[in-house]
């Protein structure tokens, strides 16, 4: 295999890593959780067409996503047996005797809800699918196509703002990002770093959920700063020693999330601000947290809530291309940015095609790599592996 | 039925939502209309053929499986890829914010305005469409 340390953009432009139309396999691996080496498929890409500037139009499609899907909601964990029996396969390799079979089960239904959530949640944030917005008082940014927005947490990494763009194309926007959030960000590398340091357990699973606020968050925000007016919530000294990071339960981590204490200190915050800027209009709260959104309507204080399309309706796949009627334009992904979000969410990826021009070509991205400096955080740089697999694996 | 504003030549699709008026027969009201420039109405099978009739939402949905470029592309020659490929198409690419030009193929670019219209109107009622 012949390995590159790329960015992005080199990696779109270099000739070695042009797709042709073909069928792939994508896979994911974690060495938070998974074996070394040990690679779970998550879905299949379809490479349809070739632009004559060698962009390709691509279909996505979840692995089984359909059969997922009654899993989570009905809790016929079989199912996700038959579907994600690589799981089951590399748990019952790591865990201890006293593992119930029915808890691994389990463990798999979550992780597999959690992989799908993050991939809906990736393809909202590159466009491929598009939220539906249920805004309060939507008439006041249509007519005076201004707004104050200020972004929860999860809004910095799901998407929602540049669904909201799309929305409102010619709306004059100002973001503002909650120090809390940013703190919330800054004690979650923390986080995921020792548990990373921890080595393989594979309870570590929830992390797929974590990472991307660890990883794409940042990314996000910097990309909020180069296209709107941004600035900070700002909260008082008193109120910010209140913050919460993760909790710690009888010795175990407990995932550092849905901290009320946190979700109280935003909400304070944009009181304080309507107070000093005497705003009673246009100030937003957007935030995919239902309860926090419904709360925060309870203290009067308006909201953009994003509601995602769930991946199981797309019935033939996802499409690189959709027109999208409010903006009135086409939106489209390119397969390399696709392929980089997804090495930000799981580690580490691998494309192997199947059929088609390239057949036998094995493609990995890995976010971890041990060389990497800090520019290269900050770049976004990634280890890009390419090779041929052999013909016993594609067998 | 509205009237027709086609010129041939001319690279654009219009696709117009039009809801039927039950207390008006024959009358029509204007939902939506989806301008397409440079993808040519003419270069795509068999939209090609329904230019200015008013469709079903149920004929629509079934057009849009059978949507494939006019011109033959067997044996692709450079003349055949320009007829296929509509000229720089402003797209947001990539989640960025501004626009960015880009060769879509005139019968992808129909399928994928089609079917976002048909995501959007499938819960209404009386609803045709009109291909221009």
Redesign the interface.
């Given at each position: 295999m012949s390995v590159r340390i790329l960015s992005l953009q080199e990696f779109k432009l270099l000739s070695d890593f042009q797709f042709f139309p073909g069928n792939w396999i994508l896979e994911y691996s974690d060495r938070t959780h998974l074996p070394k080496n040990f690679f779970i498929p998550i879905g299949s890409i379809e490479i349809e067409?070739r632009?004559?500037?060698q962009?390709v139009?691509f279909y996505f499609r979840p692995r089984s996503h359909l059969s997922l899907a009654g899993v989570s909601s009905t809790g016929q964990e079989s199912e996700v047996e038959q579907e994600f029996p690589s799981f089951f396969q590399a748990w019952n390799q790591n865990s201890n005797s006293s593992s119930k079979k029915e808890d691994i089960k389990k463990d798999s239904g979550k992780a597999a809800k959690i992989i799908l959530d993050q991939l809906n949640e990736s393809m909202t944030?590159?466009?491929l699918i598009q939220s539906e917005l249920e805004i309060d008082d939507e008439d006041f940014i249509e007519t005076r196509r201004f707004a104050l927005i200020i972004a929860d947490t999860n809004a910095l990494r799901d998407?929602a703002i540049?669904c909201l763009?799309?929305r409102f194309k010619y709306a004059q926007l100002w973001i503002v990002i909650p120090l809390v959030s940013l703190m919330e960000i800054g004690e979650r590398v923390a986080y995921v770093t020792s548990r990373d340091r921890d080595g393989c357990n594979l309870k570590n699973y929830a992390l797929i959920r974590i990472r991307p606020q660890v990883t794409i968050a940042p990314q996000e925000v910097t990309?909020i700063k180069k296209?709107f007016p941004t600035e900070t919530l700002e909260l008082s000294p008193e109120l910010l020693r209140s913050f919460r990071a993760f909790e710690v339960d009888k010795g175990v981590d407990k995932q550092p999330d849905r901290i009320s204490v946190n979700d109280r200190l935003i909400l304070e915050g944009i009181k304080n601000l309507r107070r000093e800027r005497g705003m009673l209009e246009g100030v937003y709260l957007i935030s995919s947290d239902k309860d926090f959104s419904r709360l925060a309507r309870l203290e009067g204080i308006k909201t953009i809530y994003p509601a995602s399309p769930r991946l199981e309706t797309f019935s033939n796949g996802i499409?690189s291309?959709?027109?999208?009627?409010e903006?009135?334009?086409?939106?489209?992904?390119?397969i390399h940015?696709f392929l980089w979000d997804l090495a930000h969410i799981f580690g580490r990826i691998r494309i192997r095609c199947i059929s088609g021009q390239q057949q036998g070509l094995v493609l990995e991205l890995f976010y971890y790599y041990p060389t990497k400096l800090v520019n290269d955080w900050v770049d976004g740089k990634l280890e890009v592996m390419i090779g041929s697999s052999s013909a016993t694996e594609d067998a | 039925m509205s009237q027709l504003n086609v010129v041939r030549g001319l690279k654009r699709l219009i696709i117009k939502v039009l809801r039927v008026l039950e207390a008006e027969p024959g009358e029509v009201e204007i939902i939506n209309t989806v301008i397409l420039e440079e993808i040519d109405v003419f270069r795509i099978k068999p939209i090609n053929e329904l230019v200015g009739t008013l469709l079903t939402f149920k004929q629509v949905s079934e057009l849009v499986s059978s949507i494939r470029p006019y011109e033959s592309l067997s044996d692709v020659n450079a003349e055949e890829l320009e007829l296929y490929y509509s000229q720089d198409v402003d797209l947001i690419k990539d989640g960025s914010l501004s626009h960015v030009k880009m060769d879509i193929p005139h019968h992808i670019g129909a399928r994928v305005a089609i079917e976002s219209i048909l995501q959007q109107t499938n819960s209404l009622e009386n609803i045709r469409i009109e291909i221009a």
């Open positions: 067409n632009t004559r500037h962009d139009f944030r590159l466009g998407g540049r763009k799309e990309w296209n499409y291309l959709r027109y999208s009627l903006a009135q334009t086409y939106v489209c992904c390119s940015r | -």
